[in-house]
């Protein structure tokens, strides 16, 4: 595999232009290293520094084993013990296969921070619910998105754009910002120390023998000045907090819904930055954000608030399992219920194979899975995915369109999984909101560089970047300055 350090030489305008379709499609929840840590010729588990992979307990001795743990914070005895080191998921002992579910690591914001620990990457595991899973990791050659990251370029040096989760990385790709919740009640606010990190109550054990306890039960869902950085629900449907009884259907309740009689959960308020979306529709560029079962959870969001959600975060087998915190689209002002540009911008996922068939895909294309599609750990497993996008990029391979397309396939966020590599911290390169750890990036497509590896600085924002490049659009101010525009990979 060719690899290289850097974006110095980049394609002109003409060769640019060549690229008339720009297609994002954006899998779920997990880290570089946890699939493409063995690829040949990539900056991959090989390369860790014993700091790296030995993880601390909270107060910074090592811990004695990796132990997982289960949905009550203590020892799951279905997984077994392991040395303080990275280990296989799908090898013994551990012989998870990849169809089988495996937990999920937290993927919080203040959580990621703590687990980066300036680089080091040595308290992912404390600061997980499931303890020392987070160190597990696939051998990646069994994937088809293997054989397609040999075949053009993988990125081994792309960032997930802000720290934590889902929720707030889905902003960043269209926004390059965290949204504003000015009227967050208290109990949503993060409570952190006199250093910035969330408080930990005093009962909460050693990482050798239970999961961490926040004094924050939702690990900051909003930070103390009133940015939504953990998942917060969309104002309107499809949305995790239905309908007021009395109210419009297609918003969710702006009091919220109380959970397990607890504090209700509140919608995120429209937001109002301009987005992605604004600035390619200013240039009269036509784009469309598609997403697996989004009528369906439509038709779901929008019945009578007290008939039980059958599409909407559900995990039975016939439900797509929507999850609509990623739909940043949705929680926008301009792209509300009755507005031109939500019909005309807001599609399903059936759409989008009916487009690439067709050769009509719009010049900017965003596809998000419907969960059970995503690779997502807890609710989907690894294949199932895996198989849906590579056949995804097969259909794309046929398209009409295909000789002047770039397709990324990019992942929202690490999902609490460990990773080796320090995200950038030097200005122009990060900011308050990140970047978060490494993730997994291909680029494919008939300009892209073929059997290559790219180690440009990249984060989600670079897919902003690219796109304000390739159609003259007014830039974003949150994407970083310094941030390559993924042109490093095309020919």
């Known amino acids: 595999m060719a690899a290289c350090a850097s974006s110095s030489t980049k394609p002109d305008a003409a060769s640019l232009d060549r690229i008339q379709n720009v297609v994002v499609i954006y899998a779920e929840n997990h880290s570089f290293d946890n699939i493409y840590g063995l690829f040949p010729g990539a900056n991959g588990i090989a390369n860790a520094t014993a ?3 030995l993880q601390l307990d909270h107060d910074g001795t090592p811990l004695k084993e990796l132990v997982t743990f289960g949905a009550d914070g203590k020892p799951d005895d279905r997984y077994p013990r392991m040395p303080n080191a990275p280990f296989r998921i799908d090898a013994s002992p551990v012989n998870r296969a990849t169809n089988q579910i495996v937990p999920s690591p937290t993927h919080l914001f203040y959580n990621n921070q703590e687990q980066i620990n300036g680089g080091k990457n040595n308290r992912f595991a404390a600061m997980s619910a499931v303890g020392g899973w987070v160190m597990g990791y696939y051998d ?43 009227n967050a009640p208290s109990y949503m606010r993060a409570q952190l120390d006199a250093s910035g990190k969330l408080q930990k109550k005093p009962t909460s054990p050693s990482a050798n023998a239970g999961a961490v306890q926040l004094v924050s039960g939702n690990g900051g869902q909003v930070t103390p000045d009133g940015y939504a950085v953990n998942t917060t629900q969309p104002p309107y449907q499809p949305s995790g907090v239905v309908p007021a009884a009395s109210g419009p259907l297609e918003m969710a309740n702006p009091n919220g819904v109380a959970r397990n009689g607890g504090n209700p959960e509140l919608p995120l308020p429209p937001q109002a930055t301009k987005t992605i979306g604004d600035a390619l529709s200013a ?43 990623h739909q940043p689209f949705n929680y926008f002002a301009n792209y509300a219920p009755g507005t031109e540009a939500r019909a ?71 999902g609490g999984y460990w990773d080796h590599a320090a ?19 291909l680029l494919i497509g008939p300009m892209v560089k073929k059997g290559y590896v790219d180690s440009t600085s990249y984060d989600t924002g670079s897919i902003l970047k690219l796109l304000t490049r390739r159609f003259g659009l007014e830039p974003l101010p949150g994407v970083r300055e310094k941030v390559g525009d993924l042109t490093g990979a095309l020919q």
């Open 51 to 53: 700091e790296q992979k």
């Open 140 to 182: 990646g050659s069994q994937f088809r998105m293997w054989q397609w990251a040999r075949d053009y370029t993988l990125a081994d040096n792309f960032y997930m754009g802000a720290f934590g989760g889902s929720f707030l990385n889905h902003q960043y790709l269209v926004c390059a910002c965290a949204p504003r919740f000015e």
């Open 283 to 325: 240039k009269s560029i036509d784009w469309a954000w598609y997403a697996g079962g989004y009528q369906r959870a439509l038709a779901d969001g929008t019945q009578d608030p007290t008939v039980p959600r059958k599409v909407i975060y559900t995990k039975s087998a016939d439900s797509p399992n929507f999850q609509p915190h």
């Open 344 to 414: 005309r911008h807001l599609r399903d996922g059936e759409d989008f194979l009916k487009a690439i068939d067709a050769g009509q895909l719009p010049p900017v294309a965003f596809y998000k899975p419907a969960g059970v599609n995503t690779q997502h750990p807890s609710y989907t497993d690894m294949i199932t995915g895996d198989r849906h996008i590579a056949d995804l990029l097969d259909r794309l391979k046929s398209s009409p369109q295909w000789k002047s397309m770039l397709v990324i396939v990019t992942y929202d966020e690490n």
């Open 423 to 441: 995200p950038p911290a030097a200005p122009g390169l990060s900011d308050r909101w990140g970047p978060g750890t490494r993730i997994p990036t």
